[in-house]
């Protein structure tokens, strides 16, 4: 649940994050030494602006300039509010400030929070058009998108892409610990746009869906995307009178999501490809907490490829990953550009597969299914096939498959998942589980003496390479579907092994659960009204943030693993509740923060001699 109130121990973590992640610096650069001019409060605005934003996360509070306003303004202690700088002496130029009236009206005429000036005590608090001056100078610097920003060059784009995408890393990397396992799942989630989208481009695109042409460039068939439902709110977009600019956020899209009732439909907005840690499939017990170790917000009709391979790219930068659990959508994904380019960086998948998606090929004389040679006398229309959900398999299942797999699959001596893309297989008779009359009639006398079974091949075994040869060596062609290699991994599909590496993709939909559930990082549709890809990518990685510092706290409070000097893992001292201020105390407290900033002041101005 999210908080009830603002804790100071809560405050300084947020702290922590925002100033020891260098996040500023990208943001908010600092102005180089020497130069002229008025330096403004940009760099500070812009850390309040960030540390609002976690602090509207931590209450469950849309992540809005308004929120973000309110929380640092009416939600902490006025001590607090001095040591963060939300109060802070006089700043404002204005030839004569209007001192501060608490019974003159909170907004003014055009409906925002008047800006609170104490022009006689020589301090003010932060005002909103400030946070709205501090989001304005971040997209315009910081935009990508080719709808909020269509001028600038390629490189430029890149550069500024990058940069966010910067931000979004060490904003995780903040918020992660060292890791033990080496696996991730990914997984693509909806997020509505907070504007509505153009009818026109709405329409196209339901046209493509009814007609079957709704799947992305990188995919073999036309599949339903296959993510997490959108989180739709009951309200509707705002309708009102505004210039089709404000009416639509120039860098969302129209694209295809999966709806609450399995079938496929249109959502305007942007994907969030997100990457998180999981246990190994072999680890016991709970050796990492659930974190997210990488995301990236993209317009929802973009293809899933080039994003997320560059994500996995940052993400090896911090951590290294072995195997990559995903579902439908990344094993429909064509093998040249995804499956190759995967294990080219040392990552192998663990692929879903379903009960109806089983094909078999000939290769060589040899039957592959599921990327999987077997011996082409195996009854394949016998085999146990994967259920839709494991709650449908039973010990009975996966004993059959293990049957199946002794008797008729061949064993794999190289697995071609690497960055050599070939691979050695021996038949069953070969490899000593059974006897077959094409190896010869030792090997069927061998066999019988052990008890093993006998394999009749086919009547043209004489022709097929894999009946003749002791090995059969394949490099399957990426581009030709045939060869199954977008279907290769490293488990037999069906068994308890398999079964138990692709159960770790579940962890991805644990994640978005707790980031979308509105009572916690609340990442749905209004949580940001800010259009451009540059603020949606901050947005959540700033949420993230907050996600990745519960998971870790908590998993660190049960397990009592991590490392005990981290300072996000640092337990909370008691907390005795607060009391409100007298104005008297107010202008105490005031009067105190006043005279240390002049303090400072001086020692800052060097003596004239």
């Known amino acids: 649940m999210s908080a009830k109130r603002l804790t100071r121990p809560m405050v300084e973590r947020t702290v922590h994050m925002i100033d020891n992640s260098g996040v500023l610096d990208i943001l908010a650069p600092p102005t180089p030494k ?28 849309e992540t809005t300039v308004a929120g973000v306003h309110g929380v640092l303004t009416e939600a902490l202690p006025r001590d607090l509010q001095w040591q963060l700088g939300v109060l802070r002496p006089l700043t404002t130029k204005a030839a004569k400030p209007r001192s501060f009236d608490p019974e ?43 709808g909020t920003a269509p001028d600038v060059s390629d490189e430029e784009r890149d550069w500024r892409r990058t940069q966010v995408e910067d931000v979004v890393d060490r904003l995780i990397t903040i918020s992660v610990i060292p890791r033990s396992c080496t696996t991730c799942a990914i997984d693509g989630t909806g997020q509505w746009s907070w504007n509505i989208g153009p009818r026109k481009e709405r329409t196209d695109a339901q046209k493509r869906l009814d007609t079957g042409a709704a799947h992305a460039p990188s995919e073999d068939v036309s599949t339903s995307l296959q993510v997490t439902p959108i989180s739709a709110e009951d309200t509707p977009a705002p309708q009102g009178q505004a210039t089709g600019a404000l009416r639509h956020c120039l860098d969302a899209a129209w694209g295809y999501k999966t709806g609450k009732a399995g079938q496929k439909e249109v959502g305007y907005g942007f994907h969030q490809h997100t990457v998180v840690r999981t246990a190994d499939p072999n680890s ?8 997210v ?8 009709n973009e293809d899933v490829v080039e994003a997320s391979l560059r994500l996995l790219d940052r993400i090896q930068l911090r951590s290294k990953i072995t195997r990559l659990a995903g579902d439908l959508l990344y094993t429909n994904l064509k093998a040249d550009r995804w499956a190759v380019p995967l294990a080219q960086r040392g990552i192998e998948q663990i692929l879903a597969m379903r009960e109806d998606g089983g094909g078999c090929v000939d290769i060589n004389g040899a039957v592959m299914q599921y990327g999987w040679m077997h011996c082409p006398a195996a009854p394949m229309d016998q085999r146990p096939l994967p259920a839709t959900f494991a709650r449908d398999e039973d010990e009975e299942h996966y004993d059959a498959v293990e049957e199946f797999k002794a008797n008729w699959a061949f064993d794999r001596k190289e697995s071609g998942l690497g960055s ?24 069927v006398t061998v066999a019988q003496e052990a008890g093993l079974p006998i394999i009749t091949p086919p009547q043209d075994w004489e022709s097929r390479p894999c009946c003749t040869n002791k090995t059969m060596d394949f490099t399957p062609d990426p581009k030709n579907p045939h060869h199954q290699r977008k279907l290769m991994q490293r488990e037999y599909v069906g068994t308890r092994r398999w079964r138990r590496a692709f159960n770790l993709r579940s962890s991805v939909e644990g994640a978005f659960g707790i980031l979308k559930n ?28 907050v996600f990745n510092e519960e998971q870790l706290r908590s998993w660190h409070e049960d397990t009592g693993l991590g490392p005990a000097d981290h300072p996000l893992l640092q337990p909370d001292p008691h907390d005795w509740g607060f009391t409100d201020l007298t104005k008297a105390q107010a202008k105490e407290i005031d009067d105190s923060y006043l005279r240390a900033s002049r303090k400072e002041t001086l020692r800052a101005v060097p003596d004239a001699a």
Not at 284 to 291: H, N
Not at 293 to 300: D, F, H, N, Q, R
């Open 284 to 291: 016991t017990g709970r050796p990492e907490p659930l974190l």
């Open 420 to 443: 050599n893309p070939s691979s050695k297989w021996i038949c069953p008779a070969m490899a000593g589980r059974g006897g077959c009359w094409a190896r010869g009639t030792d090997n």
């Open 104 to 146: 003159q009206a909170r907004l003014t005429k055009n409906g925002k929070p008047r800006k609170e000036i104490w022009a006689d005590e020589g301090y003010e608090r932060i005002g909103y058009d400030d946070l709205v001056n501090v989001a304005a100078k971040i997209k315009d610097r910081l935009d990508y998108g080719y």
């Open 293 to 300: 170790e990488g995301l990236v917000v993209v317009p929802a």
């Open 518 to 545: 509105p009572s916690r990082q609340r990442l749905r549709r209004g949580q940001n009204r800010l259009p451009g890809l540059a603020m949606a990518n901050l947005i959540n990685g700033l949420k993230v943030a």
């Open 34 to 61: 020497g130069q002229r001019g008025r330096k403004g409060q940009i760099r500070a605005n812009t850390r309040l602006w960030a540390i609002g934003v976690i602090l509207c996360t931590r209450l469950g509070h």
